[in-house]
């Protein structure tokens, strides 16, 4: 248990502070630091999915005018550490994957860059790849753990037995999409290097966590972490794809070590970052449920296919929802992949709960049909009492409440049995149960100094638009007990106090933690009349992480889908979302987050599609014309509420996280309401109108 | 991007003879195809005229009740002007159907038409395309088809290797729409002017897919005219895609009704802006009830492939166009009756 | 292939040399040091990179420099006196019309630009009477404003400070 802080600037709807800077769009991103004379990099991709670079005619761009630096992995220098093999770039002419970085040109210009680089011949010695992910495929595996370090399997009682013996029994296959995280600010960094220096290399990169960054690009090159620093003030969006770094920044720092005292920058293009910024592995899930004529489970079970590369393992862990969502003494989970000749799959907002809530939530709309059960009451029946996964106690569970609120807003009771007609549109309800674990790290650091009559929180903390520089302010503020505008903070540098990554929903539980602990101890120290240049740190208080609960977050979603009669167009006029997600310290911003992981899920639902060729290896419509993610006007009306819920087990504010609990279900509800309005069911995503014009009369 | 030298002549006529004498030299007007693929590496001129200044920005009464569009009027311009919205209402349709205002603020009536397919391979000089690099192969076939033909393709999976095959959709919304209009397309080329029916503009692939138009080298569509039409005509544009706005048109349908017939053009179905003439002919004269629009369409069908690949396909279309089409000659023929 | 022009860009006048290659987007970013236009996509997809082109919004990432030499540029940064928010800009801060804010400059200029064409009575694709008057509804901001891809999905917030700064003029 927690003394939870008395909340004064916490909950309050301030404006964000860095809002001046983003409308005007003076807020200076990677890429746009102002640098003195930079250089440009452009990089050199495969075009094979396998095999290796036999030759690369490099001598004619080298002697160009302008040309300042050709780097291949014939001529790049030989990095400290390539454990990690998405890092280990230019260091061997083998080609892993189509598109993988093969070399960089950095030139005094943009276009020059991209002229020569795009110029380059390359010789291959091209072998057969293997890239296409099929459930029938012999050599699927289990891998030791999945992300997060949840259990691969886990496996109680006996699921088969239950599906023979029980009244009702769902089986059927799922699939979630390839998805690309997509933010709109490219992978981008803006490097120096300059030998001699106390800190010889700086990176100004967009990315979720400086801390992180530094310590994965200070283990490649073989540098002490002191000598390196790396900046990020603001970043265009990451959703995940910028929780590590992925192989352009060695590439950058590489580009920058050849070309001492000289600042390079690079960014991906839009296109390149379909093959080297991360993605959400399609996932192919086949759940099994069994249950008693009034609904309760008997068994649940989900057994999960999905991709990685052969480079890199990155395990999602799909079926983890489906171990704590429902109560049921028959229950199974397995995660099996296929390691490909593609590119490597990481953290995409939500990973495992995204795609995971996904065959449950549907499986639970098949079983409420043949049960003629409403499929809330369906869930609220399954509700269980401690965590079915792990037996311990929830440190506060209020699905239920949100699926009652949810509905009482929506107005689920208007849902008729199906197929109704409005005009030209077939109108349906659906609905879907959301998740989030609340996590938190276990180092971070901030301090507190007071400096000429106000208080500095310094912490190397990451603002992807999730709100820190607005909402770590209050929290220092109540933790101070002074007024939020005596407040200052400063996140995004490595000269800041050590912070965890901007991911699992984490960063302001853990964070906050530490400006807390820190705040306390200023306190302690200096009493309430401190004076200028005071200063205490906090670390993460170890000893509140409480072990004994297990601690999520629980929402409801609820979608009207309208799907055109004549052409199967689909349309999402409104999306109601209730979330228990404790407590919320900045109404605004956390609105904000809600809304949009619940259009995210939306586009997820409608739209968003990877192509991926398995005939050459790559994504087919990579780029962001025919890769569509949702723009304005397929978004309508979008609610997100709350419950107010205190939660004294997680941390001192209370909070549990929001980034990613919204983006959970959301598919699941509106292609529930799909099936309402149409009963057309799709098992596959995303639901495009060609999966409902066979069904149209 | 390769290196090139840029020129804006004096006037058209220039403009016409630079490019002209130069085999690798191209126009430019609004930029928004054509710089998308000198990045792309997919249009590698040595030279670029720009034309946007020289042609007319103007949309003019033609003295026989019709419009002319000069070249280098704007996408949203035209779609703005009052007698295009109020006598065309298809065209003004079709042009806000397509792109976004940003872009239409751009996008000119020279260069919407001539803009170039969208097939994800075309786009990416790494994989074969015999539209962008002869004799290369077609890596669309089998592969991510969504948005490629069904009409005026001869097979269900045309022989990838061979030089000819192409099974690329044209992606202009206006195109479809100017099809439908019977529109007139002024040119001047290295050896005069002539004027030419949009419907011609166009071209299949044959054996040559690497040809889009009928267009010689080195000539400029100086005005789109549209003739005039009869009292009562009713037009529209119905556009079917992923997304409610910013999206290339899986399928679209442009009518036109008058007294004496139904002008139909269909969108993203072929190489081409697709007048669907066996349909015109078998309902000229008829009250366009749905069931006598749906078999003139079975009829237009017939020989449509759908072709498979990756992502299901697209076969998906055949139905859909024919869906289109009977919804919105039923929505004119209703407003008309209203 | 260089070439030299001039631009003014937020009021201020500029002479420059460009690769005849080099576009608009780039010679502001990487030429003149104005970073207000995002960089999202190059291609035109994204909508980023909005800005006032000789008044009218505009990608300038399919602009090349050298074809708009002479050329008037306002970019969001130039829509107000430093320390002042344009309407617009005010409508999106009250809002929370963003998140991560790299797509918000080009959203910015684009909704300037939206409200100056239902001004002049622009129809758009939802105008259901395309000679009657135009609206600033949820439905037609929605679409004038969806050539501006905000993958943090500000969607719901940003329609209301369109229609804000459009009642506030
Ligand atoms: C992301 C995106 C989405 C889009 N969505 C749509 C859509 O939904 N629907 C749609 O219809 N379009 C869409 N477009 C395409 C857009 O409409 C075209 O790019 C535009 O209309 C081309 O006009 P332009 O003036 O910019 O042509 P340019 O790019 O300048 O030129 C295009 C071609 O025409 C030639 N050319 C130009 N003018 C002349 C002339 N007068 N005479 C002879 N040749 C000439 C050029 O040499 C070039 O080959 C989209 C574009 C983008 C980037
Ligand atoms: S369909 Fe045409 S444009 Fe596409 S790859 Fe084949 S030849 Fe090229
Ligand atoms: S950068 Fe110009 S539209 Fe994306
Ligand atoms: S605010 Fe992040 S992309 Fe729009």
Request: glycine share 10%; aromatic share 6%.
């Amino acid at each position: 248990m927690t003394d939870l802080l008395e909340p004064r600037a916490i909950g309050q709807a301030l404006v964000r502070r860095d809002g001046e800077q983003k409308v005007r769009g003076t807020a200076t991103y990677a890429y746009e630091t102002p640098v003195e004379n930079p250089a440009f990099c452009h990089p050199v991709q495969a075009t094979i999915a396998r095999g290796r670079v036999t030759a690369m005619d490099t001598a004619a761009a080298e002697a160009l005018d302008g040309v300042l630096a050709v780097l291949t992995p014939f001529n790049a220098e030989r990095l400290a550490s390539t454990d990690d093999a998405e890092y280990a770039v230019l260091q061997s002419p083998e080609v892993a994957f189509r598109g993988q970085l093969i070399g960089v040109v950095v030139a005094e210009t943009s276009e020059l860059a991209r002229e020569v680089a795009d110029g380059i011949t390359v010789a291959y010695a091209e072998q057969p790849h293997d890239s296409e992910l099929r459930t029938d495929r012999p050599d699927l595996y289990a891998p030791e753990q999945v992300n997060a370090g949840h259990p691969t399997d886990t496996s109680e009682g006996d699921v088969e037995a239950a599906m023979r013996s029980a009244e009702v029994t769902v089986d059927h296959t799922y699939e979630t999409q390839m998805l690309h995280n997509n933010p709109i600010e490219p992978h981008a960094t803006t490097a120096l290097w300059e030998p001699g220096a106390d800190v010889p290399l700086t990176l100004w990169d967009s990315t979720q966590g400086v801390h992180p960054d530094r310590a994965a690009v200070s283990e490649v090159f073989g540098l002490d972490e002191q000598q390196v620093r790396v900046v990020c003030p603001y970043v265009g969006g990451g959703f995940g794809s910028k929780g590590n770094p992925h192989a352009n920044v060695m590439l950058v720092a590489m580009a920058a070590r050849a070309l001492p005292g000289r600042p390079v920058k690079l960014a991906l293009t839009r296109q390149q970052m379909f093959f080297l910024a991360g993605y959400r592995t399609p996932t192919i899930q086949r759940l099994q449920l069994a249950a008693d004529r009034r609904g309760r489970l008997q068994a649940i079970a989900i057994d999960v296919v999905e991709q990685t590369s052969k480079v890199k393992e990155f395990a999602e862990q799909t079926g983890v929802p489906t171990r704590m969502m429902y109560a049921s003494p028959n229950r199974r989970s397995t995660h099996r992949l296929a390691a490909l000749d593609v590119p490597i799959p990481s953290w995409m907002r939500a990973p495992g709960e995204c795609p995971g809530m996904f065959g449950p939530e549907v499986a639970l709309d098949e079983l409420a049909e043949e049960l003629g059960m409403d499929p809330v009451q369906l869930r609220i029946v399954n509700e269980p009492d401690v965590d079915p996964d792990t037996g311990k106690p929830w440190s506060s569970r209020h699905l239920v409440e949100c699926l009652r609120e949810g509905a009482q807003r929506f107005g689920w009771s208007d849902r008729g049995p199906g197929r109704r007609r409005e005009g030209d549109w077939f109108v349906g309800y659906g609905v879907a149960s959301s998740v989030y674990p609340t996590m938190r790290q276990a180092t971070s650091t901030a301090n507190v100094r007071f400096e000429r009559g106000r208080y500095v929180a310094e912490i190397g903390a990451a603002d992807l638009g999730t709100g820190a520089w607005t909402v770590l302010p209050q929290i220092a503020a109540d933790a101070l007990g002074v007024d939020v505008a005596d407040v200052e903070v400063r996140i995004g540098d490595t000269r800041y106090p050590t912070a965890s990554v901007a991911g699992g929903s984490s960063g302001t539980n853990t964070w906050g933690s530490a400006v807390s602990v820190a705040a306390r101890e200023f306190r302690d120290k200096f009493g309430t009349d401190p004076h200028d240049g005071d200063e205490a740190s906090g670390d993460v208080d170890q000893a509140a992480m409480d072990e004994d609960h297990a601690a999520y977050a629980f929402g409801a979603q609820f979608a009207e889908v309208r799907v055109h009669a004549d052409t199967g167009e689909l349309r999402v006029p409104r999306l109601t979302g209730v979330f228990a997600c404790g407590r919320i310290i900045n109404p605004r911003t956390a609105r904000s987050q809600l809304i949009g992981g619940m259009t995210m899920g939306m586009s997820m639902a409608l739209h968003e599609n990877s192509v991926f060729d398995p005939r050459i290896g790559q994504v087919a419509n990579h780029d962001l014309a025919e890769y569509h993610i949702s723009v304005n006007a397929d978004v309508q009306q979008i609610e997100a509420h709350w419950l107010d819920e205190h939660d004294p087990y997680v941390n001192v504010m209370g909070s549990k996280g929001i980034g990613e609990i919204g983006i959970t279900g959301t598919a699941a509800a509106v292609v529930n309401a799909v099936h309402h309005a149409t009963g057309v069911r799709v098992r596959s995503l995303p639901v495009t109108l060609d999966k409902m014009v066979p069904g149209l009369p | 991007m390769k290196p090139f030298s840029y020129a804006r002549p004096g006037d058209v006529a220039e403009a016409v003879r630079e490019v002209a004498a130069e085999p690798n030299a191209v126009f430019l007007a609004g930029g928004t195809n054509l710089v998308d693929h000198l990045k792309l590496g997919v249009a590698t001129p040595d030279l670029v005229v720009d034309v946007r200044t020289l042609t007319s920005q103007e949309v003019t009464d033609l003295p026989d009740g019709g419009l002319r569009l000069g070249a280098a009027s704007t996408n949203s311009e035209v779609a703005a002007d009052r007698r295009v919205r109020e006598r065309y209402p298809v065209l003004a349709q079709a042009l806000l159907a397509g792109a976004t205002g940003q872009l239409r603020n751009a996008a000119t009536t020279g260069g919407n038409p001539l803009q170039r397919t969208r097939c994800v391979y075309f786009q990416d000089v790494t994989t074969p395309c015999n539209k962008r690099e002869p004799g290369s192969g077609c890596s669309a076939v089998g592969g991510y088809t969504r948005y490629h033909a069904v009409l005026g393709v001869d097979a269900a999976l045309p022989d990838p290797d061979a030089p000819g095959t192409c099974i690329a959709t044209h992606p202009s919304d206006m195109a479809v729409a100017l099809a439908a209009l019977d529109a007139q397309v002024q040119v001047l080329g290295p050896s005069g002017a002539r004027t030419l029916p949009f419907t011609d503009l166009h071209r299949l692939p044959g054996d040559d897919p690497a040809t889009d138009t009928t267009l010689g080298h080195g000539e400029l569509i100086t005005a789109i005219d549209l003739p005039p039409l009869p009292a009562g005509t009713r037009s529209a544009y119905r556009k079917v895609r992923d997304r409610a706005s910013y999206a290339f048109a899986l399928v679209s349908v442009a009518a036109v009704v008058t007294d004496d017939g139904v002008r139909l053009a269909l969108g993203g179905v072929a190489h081409t802006p697709w007048r669907a003439t066996r349909a015109e002919e078998l309902l000229r004269g008829r009250a366009l009830t749905d069931d006598v629009v749906r078999a003139a369409m079975d009829a237009e069908l017939a020989a449509a492939q759908p072709q498979p690949g990756i992502d299901g396909g697209n076969g998906f279309k055949i139905p859909l166009v024919h869906r289109t089409v009977v919804a919105t000659l039923r929505q004119l023929t209703t407003e008309a009756q209203a | 292939m260089d070439a030299e022009i001039s631009l003014r860009v937020d009021g201020e006048s500029h002479r420059l040399t460009v690769d005849t290659r080099t576009t608009l987007l780039d010679a502001l970013r990487e030429r003149l040091g104005n970073t207000s236009p995002k960089k999202g996509c190059d291609h035109g997809q994204c909508g980023a990179c909005t800005v006032l082109l000789d008044g009218r919004r505009s990608l300038i990432c399919l602009a090349l420099a050298v074809a708009h030499d002479g050329a008037e540029i306002t970019t969001a940064d130039g829509l107000a006196p430093a320390g002042e928010l344009h309407p617009v800009q005010q409508a999106f801060l009250e809002q929370d019309a963003f998140q991560c804010g790299y797509c918000t400059p080009g959203q910015v200029c684009s909704a300037v630009g939206v409200l100056d064409e239902v001004d002049r009575g622009w129809p758009s694709h939802v105008t259901e009477d395309l000679t009657g008057d135009v609206e600033l509804s949820h439905d037609e901001v929605a679409e004038r404003m969806s050539g501006n891809l905000c993958r943090c999905a500000a969607y719901v917030n940003i329609v209301p400070a369109v229609q804000q700064a459009g009642g506030a003029r």
